[in-house]
């Protein structure tokens, strides 16, 4: 076995499960009594992260590290972080 495959899949198993815990947190901040849609804003952030972090969504790398860094400052100027 070659050490780029184990660390492909290593970085695999970390990737998908960091997908599945932001969108398991995503679930746990939905909010039970809505009464606007800015109260669905954490969630929606999670699940955002998510996609950008999806190695199957079809960006570029820069694409995906510019909407990480938004995503970032996002979560920092918000609390989310």
Known sequence: ????????WI????????IV???LVGLGRLPINPTSLFDFTASFY???VA???CPKT???FNKKLVLGFIAFSYGVCFGLI
């Open 11 to 18: 970085e695999s198993i970390v990737v998908w499960s960091l």
């Open 58 to 60: 079809p960006l570029s």
């Open 1 to 8: 076995m070659n050490i780029n495959q184990i660390l492909g």
């Open 46 to 48: 999670y699940f955002s």
């Open 21 to 23: 815990m932001l969108c």
């Open 51 to 53: 996609v950008v972090i």
